[in-house]
């Protein structure tokens, strides 16, 4: 309660903390059209333009023994095809997937690192549009990897009526298991993401919106506490880098999870 009665005076004094409307700014182009720009749509562009940039390079540049620069690049994709692809799906199966699960992953990772880039300073999937997006990619491969090997009829029976299970328990399993393929699966790629970025951001804004206060702003008294609030948005800041990392990699991991739980004959 002593918090909430101190904040009016914060915000009075010139400290202003980060709230949802940092998502939500106001366009700068085509306001108030399908076409609008603002500050997210921005910084999605400027991904997806590094994002080329460092792949058209990687290739325009490949050489026999690689460079630094080179090796990184190879490495990322190394990685998707094996550790996440092939790890999940196996190599027979896997290779038809690895460009569109290695372009989800390296697309998730560039968006989400947005966020801890100076100037840019949010997360692309910040914003629910762009994890629908990607959740919904995975999910339509999850669906047609199944009816296109089971038919229709067959992937419903996988899905909502598993192998060996007593036909009255079906009764209370089957709502659960189609409330699973046709809700949980794909909202829970949405809200994890989603959640992770929107949290990230905050809890860096907030450290840095309170050391610029009491270093700039507050009472002599209060200026140490500028030097604590700096270290946690430090620290703030390498757990967001690892947190980007990581949901582009949990993200990843599912959509090959869900692919092969589709074209597996029994769950």
């Avoid at 296109?148 to 060996?164: H, M, R, T």
Wanted: aromatic share 14%.
């Amino acid at each position: 309660m002593s918090f909430l009665a101190t904040t009016p005076t914060l915000a009075a004094d010139g400290f202003h903390a980060p709230s949802l409307d940092d998502f939500f700014p106001n366009g700068f182009l085509f306001e108030g059209t399908a076409f609008e720009i603002n500050r997210i749509m921005l910084v999605r562009f400027v991904a997806v333009v590094a994002l080329l940039l460092v792949f058209v390079l990687a290739a325009k540049r490949a050489k026999l023994v690689p460079g630094r620069f080179q090796a990184s690049v190879e490495f990322v994709l190394d990685f998707a095809r094996r550790q996440i692809v092939y790890e999940i799906l196996g190599e027979k199966e896997g290779k038809k997937y690895v460009p569109v699960i290695t372009t989800i992953f390296c697309g998730i990772l560039f968006f989400n690192l947005t966020g801890v880039v100076p100037f840019l300073n949010i997360a692309g999937t910040g914003v629910v549009g762009l994890p629908l997006v990607f959740a919904l990619w995975v999910y339509g491969m999850y669906l047609g990897a199944g009816v296109k090997k089971f038919g229709v009829g067959g992937f419903l029976k996988n899905n909502l009526f598993p192998a060996g299970t007593p036909w009255p328990i079906y009764i209370l399993l089957t709502p659960l298991e189609f409330l699973q393929v046709f809700v949980i699966r794909p909202a829970t790629l949405v809200i994890r993401l989603l959640a992770n970025m929107i949290s990230g951001h905050l809890l860096i804004a907030l450290c840095f919106a309170a050391t610029q206060y009491l270093l700039f702003s507050a009472t002599p008294a209060l200026k140490a506490f500028g030097l604590v609030t700096f270290v946690g948005g430090f620290a703030a800041f390498l757990l967001e880098v690892f947190v980007a990392c990581l949901q582009a990699y949990v993200f990843a991991i599912l959509a090959a999870v869900y692919i092969n739980m589709s074209i597996e004959s029994e769950h």
